[in-house]
């Protein structure tokens, strides 16, 4: 009988070193840090090169959304410029002429001097050469202000027309679906030939290279952890085993909660807990809504 017994310890013995063996402090389920992507631009999606699971990086060209009548409006836009710019007075031409009148009263103003200084001309004439000039001078720098004048109020009237470009370039550039985020999509919500407008939601994004598991703990463990502390992080394997992963923990929540009805029974969800969130690399294993639990 005593025989019978040890054999049977013996049994019980192996078979819980064999088997998997729970040792977590806290469990909880794996998130991603997720972002939707909405559309910036309106119009009819004519490209669309996205699928759900595919990675993508920054800067990725994903689709593109049509951009005829913006194009159509810039042109438009452009040539009104150029219509207002080609008022613009030729400031040299239209004092050309000024300008070679100057120069013969120039001439005529030295011409003189020399006369009266040899006694061959009368000062009165000289005078009247210096008027001539200066009165010629006068009238060359008020034409070339108010041709200066005129230019700059067409470009003035230009600025607005420019500024609408501007933003017409800007739309344009958002008619291409840039990729932001470098992640795996998780949700596709469009497809090529719908209409999108501004704030509509085209897919979501998250990156997965590294997860994050929001764990709970009870209030008497709140004393065995701290930003910045490494935990392990247990994981089912396909072996009956756990699979182990080291991870940071990079948030506490300052405030008590109820534990959530999906991670534990019945009577321990009257229960407060706080909430933390453990970051960690994932190898491509975990999963979002992946459950888990932690060990400290």
């Known amino acids: 009988m ?3 017994l040890l054999v049977a310890a013996g049994t019980l013995l192996l078979a819980s070193c064999n088997g998997k063996k729970t040792i977590s402090d806290a469990s909880g389920t794996f998130e991603g840090l997720e972002t939707i992507v909405s559309a910036e631009a309106a119009g009819r999606i004519n490209r669309l090169s996205l699928e759900e699971g595919q990675l993508l990086k920054a800067g990725d060209t994903v689709g593109h959304i049509d951009s005829v009548q913006l194009y159509l409006k810039k042109k438009q836009l452009q040539a009104q410029i150029h219509a207002v710019l080609g008022r613009k007075p030729d400031i040299p031409a239209q004092l ?3 300008r070679e009148q ?6 005529e103003q030295g011409r003189l001097s020399n006369l ?11 005078d009247d050469a ?15 202000s108010s041709l200066d004048i005129a230019s700059s109020g067409l470009n003035k009237e ?3 027309l ?3 470009i501007e933003q017409l370039n800007d739309q344009l550039s958002k008619s291409n679906l840039i990729n932001q985020v470098n992640g795996t999509v998780l949700a596709k919500y469009v497809e090529v030939g719908e209409m999108a407008v501004a704030g509509k939601p085209l897919y979501k994004i998250a990156d997965l290279s590294t997860i994050i598991l929001r764990a709970y703990f009870t209030a008497n463990q709140l004393s065995s952890i701290k930003l910045g502390q490494r935990v392990k992080v247990l994981v089912d394997a396909s072996d009956g085993q756990y699979k182990t992963y080291e991870g940071v923990i990079e948030w506490i929540s300052a405030k008590a909660e109820f534990t959530p009805k999906t991670i534990q029974t019945k009577e321990e969800r009257a229960n407060l807990v706080y909430a933390a969130k453990i970051k ?3 190898d491509g294993y975990l999963k979002i809504g992946m459950y888990a639990e932690v060990s400290l």
């Open 102 to 107: 100057l120069k013969q009263a120039l001439h």
């Open 158 to 160: 230009a600025l607005p």
């Open 116 to 126: 009266v200084k040899a006694d061959a001309a009368t000062p009165k004439q000289l």
């Open 2 to 4: 005593k025989t019978f």
């Open 280 to 282: 960690l690399k994932n």
């Open 162 to 164: 420019s500024a609408q």
């Open 96 to 98: 050309a002429a000024y």
């Open 130 to 144: 210096n008027a001539q000039v200066a009165i010629l001078r006068k009238q060359i720098a008020a034409q070339e």
